[in-house]
């Protein structure tokens, strides 16, 4: 490996890893999601800086092209990835459907609220509030 690929490849993992921490920093990006991404990057930095261990655990799997252990790690990085914001997004639909559900009884109530008639000045009001006796 040429020294140029070897600095750009440690450099690449570093900045990645740098832009995680800056997104999560912002509040951009929560921490709950940046696991994944974080792991990746980390990953991505220990074979930059030490490229043997990848021909070495390619070899320890049984992987003839380390290069396939590398796209076969970032698809199950980016699968975990998915399937964590799968699962959140049905926790967030549910909330939504809970919030669209009160939303819409407070309306018809304000709605029912609306269409009783006001009580005039000075008369004393109904106590039953609308209860049948």
Known sequence: MSPATYAFG?????????????????????ERHA???FVGGLLSLIIAVFPQTLTWTANA???????????????????????????ELTRVEAKLRALAERAAFH??????LEKRPEPRHGQPQDSTDGVDE
């Open 35 to 37: 696991v994944w991404w």
């Open 107 to 112: 309306e018809h109530r304000l709605e029912e």
């Open 61 to 87: 799997l049984g992987i003839a092209v380390p290069t396939n252990l590398v796209f076969f790690v970032a698809i199950g990085l980016l699968f975990l990835v998915s399937l964590q914001y799968g699962a």
């Open 10 to 30: 440690i450099v690449a993992a570093v900045l990645a890893l740098i832009a995680i921490i800056e997104l999560m920093r912002r509040g951009t990006l929560r």
